[in-house]
């Protein structure tokens, strides 16, 4: 017999990581494995692994120090290069302010145990990161509540998010926070400074506090520049009162590595979550092998840059196939992604037609694409195709993308 709380939280496997990890243990090669799964529905930047892997196998020197306790809301040397790196272009990040933890899920799971009592939400616009239904109320018993867009929008704005809350709160709802991806996940669009200001002022005079989730900060290709939440916000809203999540996850193509940082100048909020931190921790060696990666100034610099221009060449090699397939689909400016326009092959306009189109995908097709129902988007026919991976993958999905819906500019023409 377990708790109530056990029964709770065993709700499945969140659908991004369990069609990933099908996928991955059937993978497609050309040559090995040519009926294998071809996989664009995992947000992995694999255009890197060649910068990567000549600092992380190098030889290094392991001291004692490398495998005893540390403080467990991250070293002193790790949080002050963390610090530098996420200053770059904007205000001075102090090191204290920084809690390092396993991963970007385990710091939105802390910021919203910290912010929340079980049963208060937090407002989120749609569509959004489908994963943040477990990461920020899995353990915190908190709710999310949905900011749909304006017809014909792609995201809600501070208005859209004034009038939810109100509506919620009117019905009974205690709502904390607002939670942003930025840039925007799974929709690759940069939230321009203007708009994160008004983001901040209706978190202002509706008494939120603001959660960013910017782990896709430094993989902006075109487009604006990146502007942090951070620095738009701190003028309408209480600096206090802005946390931002980021990870080695996107930005330096270390997901396995599982770290990731909140960055709180709240008092309270850091005490609360360095305590629970102690059940997040990163290992000792881990944070030296990060912190001697961004001491590399020269390194990281090059980087980024190199990382940007293949993110770049990534999306427009598979735009072009889209293109080429008749496929539509929104230009991204930002991240690893395509939000595709599958509406034209539902056989109708609704849930259940766009579920049975992605088993569809992924059972004839064997391609790992995820659906808009995962992302909560609110017209049903969305998909999510990631493009960082090795380009003869993204043509063969698209390949058997168009194999699949059939002869796409005349036997399923597009609604």
Known sequence: MVSQQA????????????????????????????????????????LVWDMLGPRLCAARAVTAADVRYAPLHGTVALRSQVARFLARGGAPIDPEDLVVVSGATAALDIIASVLCDPGEALA?????????????????????VPVPPLAGAPLPDAAAVVDTVRRARSAGTTVRA?????????????????????????????????????????????GPAFVSARDAASGPLDPQRVHVVWGFAKDLGLPGLKVGVLHTRQPQVRVAARELAYFAPVSTDTQWLL??????????????????NRLAASYAAAAGHLTAAGVPFRPAEAGFSIWTDLRGWLDAASPEAERLLWQRLFRSGRINLLPGAVFHHPEPGWFRLCHTTDPATVAEAVARLRHVLGDSTTAFPPR
Do not use: K
Request: with cysteine; proline share 6%; charged share 20%.
């Open 7 to 46: 029964t709770r939280l065993v709700a499945g496997t969140p659908a991004i990581a369990a069609a990933h990890f099908v996928a991955e243990a059937d993978p497609y090669d050309s040559m090995s494995n040519p009926d294998g799964y071809v996989n664009v529905g995992t947000a992995e930047n694999r």
């Open 124 to 144: 989120v616009p749609v569509p959004y990161y489908g994963a943040l239904d477990t990461d920020l109320t899995g353990r915190s018993g908190a709710r999310l």
């Open 178 to 222: 607002l939670v942003l991806t930025s840039p925007h996940n799974p929709l690759g669009l940069i939230y321009r400074e203007t708009e994160l200001r008004a983001f901040a002022s209706a978190c202002a005079a509706l008494d939120l506090d603001l959660i960013a989730d910017e782990v896709y900060a430094h993989c902006a290709f075109a």
């Open 291 to 308: 912190t001697e990666l961004l001491a590399a100034d020269d390194w990281t610099v090059q980087f980024l840059t190199t990382s940007r």
